[in-house]
């Protein structure tokens, strides 16, 4: 893992939601520079705490970026390649890394290579890099049938066991290191052989050794998923089950459960950790009790990870995921020009946002922290969080009352609310309002 990821606080953007794009790329369009609409948006990210940029789909694309036609060329609703580096070299000249998006598992039906196939049947020169029986024949003109992702239709899986297809990959993701990127997201990383990673990585890093790679992995075993690809990390999607679902149920057991197994993939590897991203029910929209809001800050931005903040949740946006087309527009909005055309009911939650970032950067050292539980019930819990030299204590109660908590050694009340009796000593308290919350020094 490259050092500089232990200091990221990733701010995560989903561009063509972001800049308003057209939701269907319109053929032979002109280009529409908006990626300087992002760009405007960088000094917000910096001040959020923030310091790296993950950025979702930008190469052309049909319809969400995630079909993708061309992978050496931005998509023309976004802007072009000089667009990108200039977005690139704005952010990292505010110390921001970037991460892109690679979509390596499958590509858009109307992929050049794809329409191919469709063509000239099974001697197109790139029918390997496919999954394809002709049961109806092998006549040019002859659709075949072809392993698609998860049942999209629209999303043709690639062969990972043609090596076409591997040099392919590897020569995307090199071409785009070599243009100023830091690093990679690997879309559906769980659905692709750990085989071909290992290769595709290794390949990448004999020519970018500092270049950060995390795969999209929702469920598995995480360590060894890590462990057998080369990659530098894993989403963790356990963790963000279980923040919002603990809140929710007031069952902090759950919550304490998912720490637990946090700590064992911590000692394999740093997972990206989140509340929020292009794919999910926005974290304000999923709690049922708004109060515990900063519950779920606290916990992301002090437990180890390397944290992610989805664009618009450091506002409390709202949105709803839908099992439908179009379901994920609710959770992809566009952006107003500017900071200045934001309501002003997020700004308290910005705010909070700020104090945590802020904290974790002066605790680089939460990026491998484990957690230890010191105190648990379905409603309170008591977290050291650290190692054997140094710790915080994060304290939550979600009960209607005020609550008394073993708090030990804690000194000071670092962020959120809380009054301390016998500060400092093994036999400290710490007061919590009903639904308080608080992180402590000791």
């Not at 020519?207 to 950060?212: G, I, K, R, T, V």
């Not at 301390?420 to 608080?438: N, Q, V, Y």
Request: one cysteine or more.
């Amino acid at each position: 893992m490259p050092s500089w990821i232990e200091r990221v606080i990733w701010w995560q953007v989903f561009p063509l939601g972001f800049v308003g794009a057209e939701p269907e790329a319109m053929g032979e369009a002109p280009i529409v520079h908006r990626l300087g609409h992002i760009q405007a948006w960088l000094d917000y990210a910096v001040e959020l705490g923030a310091t790296g940029l993950a950025l979702g789909p930008v190469f052309a694309a049909s319809t969400h970026g995630y079909d993708t036609i061309d992978p050496f060329r931005i998509d023309p609703r976004l802007g072009d390649t000089a667009d990108l580096v200039a977005l690139i070299e704005a952010a990292h000249a505010r110390g921001l890394r970037v991460l892109l998006d690679g979509v390596f598992n499958h590509v858009g039906r109307d992929h050049p290579a794809f329409v191919e196939v469709l063509e000239q049947g099974p001697q197109a020169p790139r029918a390997a890099w496919f999954r394809l029986s002709w049961p109806r024949g092998t006549d040019p003109g002859t659709a075949p049938d072809y392993a698609c992702f998860e049942g999209h239709r629209q999303l043709v899986t690639l062969n990972h066991d043609a090596h076409a297809v591997a040099d392919h990959v590897v020569s995307i993701m090199t071409h785009w290191l070599a243009l100023g990127v830091d690093g990679w997201r690997l879309d559906a990383a769980y659905a692709v052989s750990r085989r071909f990673w290992f290769d595709v990585l290794a390949r990448v890093r004999s020519l970018h050794p500092d270049a950060y790679i995390v795969g999209e992995v929702i469920h598995g075993d995480y360590a060894a998923i890590v462990r057998d690809t080369g990659m530098d990390a894993v989403t963790q999607y356990e963790l963000w089950k279980a923040i919002w679902s603990a809140l929710n149920d007031r069952n902090l057991f759950e919550l304490a459960h998912a720490l637990d197994r946090h700590n064992g993939f911590l000692d394999a590897f740093a997972p990206l950790t989140f509340v929020g991203n292009h794919d999910v029910t926005r974290i304000a929209s999923r709690l049922a009790d708004a109060r515990h809001l900063p519950h779920a800050l606290a916990i992301l931005l002090v437990c180890g990870g390397t944290p992610s903040i989805y664009a618009g949740d450091e506002q409390a946006f709202r949105g709803v995921k839908e099992d439908r087309i179009g379901g994920d527009d609710a959770i992809r909005p566009a952006f107003p020009d500017t900071p200045a055309g934001l309501a002003p009911y997020g700004w308290p939650i910005y705010s909070l946002h700020q104090a945590l970032t802020a904290l974790r950067r002066r605790h680089p050292w939460l990026h491998r922290a484990r957690t230890r539980t010191l105190h648990l019930t379905n409603e309170q819990l008591v977290l050291a969080v650290g190692d054997e030299t140094q710790h915080l204590l994060l304290a939550l109660n979600l009960s209607e009352a005020g609550t008394l908590l073993p708090s030990p050694d804690a000194r000071t009340v670092a962020a959120g609310e809380a009054s301390l009796e016998a500060a400092g000593t093994p036999e400290a308290r710490a007061s919590l309002a009903p639904h308080g919350w608080a992180i402590l020094t000791v």
